[in-house]
């Protein structure tokens, strides 16, 4: 999403999660956590949706998208890491809990516990979005890129309740509908077959 935003054309290789692809010694090799996406970019490689994002805005975007996308003011930075901090360590693992069982393991489907620990993160989402229209105001960075794409994620095993979530509901609504998230629903529907073909 941020490579079409800022107009960067990626040669994408598709990883196989159904043949372990992201598990092989030789994938490993560029990534010791097993993990998408990997960034190779001439003879440097890291990994880290997050880290991956700083990087290519770094280099490849210009300067007024680094400044719209992940602004140089230091407390609107810091909250955008705040947010991105937590999509890492909070909110995706929550929805990593729940779907690895399902998609590796043969597990049927969310537990009661995984749905309300999902639950639990997005009323934390609520808080931060408060009443704003993104994360940091009024205007889309890379922490509605990151949070955006893990809760759209997150609708391949849980429902997202208007009634309870009704910021989380229209922010998602929002990002939605921008056509540079169009790849992001293609994923989710992926990702609800896969998650649902072994209940
Ligand atoms: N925090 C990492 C998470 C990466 C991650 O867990 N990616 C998932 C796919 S979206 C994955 O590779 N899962 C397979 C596994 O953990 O075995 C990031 O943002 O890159």
């Known amino acids: ?5 800022i107009g ?24 010791p956590m ?10 440097f490689v890291i990994s880290e949706s997050h880290t991956i994002m700083q990087y290519l805005l770094t280099k490849y975007a210009t300067k007024e998208q680094q400044e719209e996308l992940y602004p140089s003011d ?7 890491n705040q947010y991105l901090f ?6 995706f693992i929550r929805l990593k809990n729940v779907i690895l069982p399902i998609v590796f393991e043969g597990v049927k489907g969310p ?13 934390t989402l609520e808080a931060y979005l408060g009443d704003k229209e993104y994360l940091v105001g009024d205007r889309l ?17 849980h429902h997202l309740d208007p009634v309870k979530f009704p910021r989380s509901t229209k922010w998602l609504a929002r990002l939605e509908e921008k056509p540079f998230f169009k790849v992001m629903l293609n994923a989710v ?3 609800k077959v896969i998650a649902n073909s072994n209940q």
């Open 1 to 5: 999403m941020l490579a079409d935003i």
């Open 8 to 31: 960067l054309e990626l040669d994408f290789h598709e990883v196989d999660f159904a043949s372990l692809e992201h598990k092989s010694p030789e994938y490993v090799k560029l990534n």
């Open 34 to 43: 097993g993990t998408i996406p990997t960034l190779k970019d001439g003879d």
């Open 74 to 80: 230091l407390r609107t930075r810091a909250l955008i």
């Open 86 to 91: 937590f999509d890492t360590g909070i909110f």
């Open 111 to 123: 537990t009661e516990k995984g749905l309300a620990d999902i639950d639990v993160a997005f009323t």
């Open 141 to 157: 960075t890379v922490a509605d890129l990151s949070l955006g794409c893990t809760a759209a994620s997150m609708r391949s095993v």
């Open 189 to 191: 529907e992926i990702l």
